[in-house]
Structures are given as structure tokens and as C-alpha cells.
């Protein structure tokens, strides 16, 4: 039987600077390497929008073009009308929703992570819970942590809850919108505004999508990672059970 030399997606190699299943007890390999691939995968989907926000630029300027001179005619003949053209952009709302899956499939995998490191009989989840009188994504989690009694752990969950408020129950509920329905909430998409008066279309007008708290969406989504990386670069320096010189958390978000 030949010798398999397997060779890993630089994301995947990103992932293991924490999630090498070396550093962690041997029965938690399956639950370690699957957080390293959806931490894999939401590197992936971070980059791979970038190149579908502008494939969708071009598709959208194609179409444009395509129909220039009926545009510019039906301008032409309502001048007491204001129009802009807007495209949805199939491309780029596959990307935000495979990413939106690929941090709640995580944060999922990593709270059951953080409960077997903590005992092995524990079934942590990412779950939503009423936490002082609102629901948040990861209140389950919190819970948990606040029943163990042990004081690191306390302050993971306080420092879980935080986050939670800051950016993660956000992002949660824009990856339920995007699962359930075709768009999300107040979201602007691609837009260009056509003028009555010639020049009628300024392809240097072109506003970018912009998400509903009013970022632009590659930007939010590298929030994300960067949130997330602090978040998971904090949170693995207070449990238990690691063999600590084989991560690097540090190195999560290096080129």
C-alpha cells in the first residue's frame, strides 16, 4: 500500500495553527479537525467573495451594455423621473451565505469542543438563550460556562457573551435570513444611478453592496474572520486540556 503524502489548502494549513489534533486529547480528534475545516472553509469563502463581488461588477456592467441604447432612450423619455439600475448579485450572496454557514457550523462545533476539553461528558452548544432579557447566539454556551463554578471559565463566559452581543447574534441572524429567504433586511445591493441627461450611465458611479449595519460586504465579512480570530485567540488560552506549545493562535490570520 503506497505511503499517502497529503498536501492541504493553505486555509486548511491556517486552521491548524490551533486546531492540530495533537495538541488536544486523542477521543476529540474528530470534533478538533472539523472545527479546523469550517475555520478552513470560512478563510475560503472570505477570499473567494472578493473574486465574486466583481465577477458580479462585470456581469451587471455586461447586461448594461447589452440594453445601453434602450436604457438611454426610456431615460431619455421620462426626464421627471430619477432611475437607478440595481443587480442582485447571485454570486456574491452564494459567497456571504456560504461564509454566514461556515461561522455558525464553528462556533457549533467549537462550544462542543470547549465542553469536552472541559469534561468529557459535557454537550455544549452554540445555541441561542435568554441572557438578561435577550436572546443572544451562544447563549447556551454561556450558561454552561457560568455553571462550572470555575473562575477562567467565568470570564470566558462573560467575554463569549460579549462577543455574542457585538457581532456574532448579528451575524447569526443574517445567515438564518439568507437560509430562509432569498435576501436579507435593508441590505443595498449593486447600484447605479442613470441620468436623464447625457452622459446617462457613469460606470464610475457603481456603488458596491453594502450590508444592512451599513458596511461594505467584503469588509464585514473580514470582520468576521478578524472577530473571530480574536475571539477563538483569547477563548483557547482559558481551557483546559491542551498541549499548548503545538498552537499558535496568533498565526490564524497569517498570509
Known amino acids: 500500500m503506497p505511503v499517502q503524502i497529503i498536501f492541504v489548502a493553505p486555509q486548511r494549513w491556517r486552521a491548524q495553527h490551533v486546531f492540530n489534533s495533537n495538541a488536544y486529547p486523542p477521543a476529540l480528534r474528530s470534533v478538533v479537525d472539523s472545527c479546523a475545516s469550517r475555520y478552513a472553509l470560512l478563510l475560503l469563502h472570505t477570499f473567494t467573495l472578493r473574486d465574486a463581488i466583481q465577477r458580479d461588477i462585470a456581469d451587471f456592467r455586461r447586461a448594461i451594455e447589452g440594453q445601453r441604447s434602450d436604457l438611454e432612450r426610456a431615460i431619455e423619455s421620462r426626464p421627471d423621473l430619477e432611475s437607478v439600475a440595481v443587480y442582485d448579485g447571485l454570486a456574491h450572496l452564494a459567497e456571504i451565505h456560504s461564509a454566514l454557514n461556515s461561522l455558525k457550523s464553528f462556533l457549533d462545533l467549537y462550544a462542543k469542543l470547549m465542553g469536552k476539553l472541559v469534561n468529557p461528558s459535557n454537550n455544549w452548544s452554540f445555541g441561542k438563550a435568554i441572557i438578561d432579557g435577550h436572546e ?11 455553571s462550572t463554578s470555575v473562575e477562567t471559565l467565568a470570564r470566558l463566559a462573560d467575554m463569549t457573551l460579549d462577543h455574542s452581543r457585538t457581532w456574532i447574534t448579528d451575524a447569526v441572524r443574517y445567515r438564518d435570513q439568507l437560509s430562509h429567504r432569498s435576501d436579507l433586511d435593508n441590505m443595498r445591493h449593486m447600484q ?7 452622459p446617462h450611465i457613469n460606470f464610475d458611479e457603481l456603488t458596491r453592496p453594502v450590508m444592512p449595519n451599513g458596511q461594505d460586504l467584503s469588509e464585514y465579512v473580514d470582520g468576521l474572520l478578524r472577530n473571530l480570530a480574536v475571539y477563538v485567540g483569547a477563548s483557547i488560552e482559558m481551557l483546559p486540556n491542551i498541549d499548548r506549545p503545538l498552537i499558535a493562535p496568533g498565526k490564524m490570520l497569517a498570509e
Open 192 to 198: 447605479l444611478p442613470l441620468h436623464n441627461s447625457a
Open 136 to 146: 443572544v447566539s451562544g447563549g447556551r454556551l454561556v450558561n454552561a460556562l457560568r
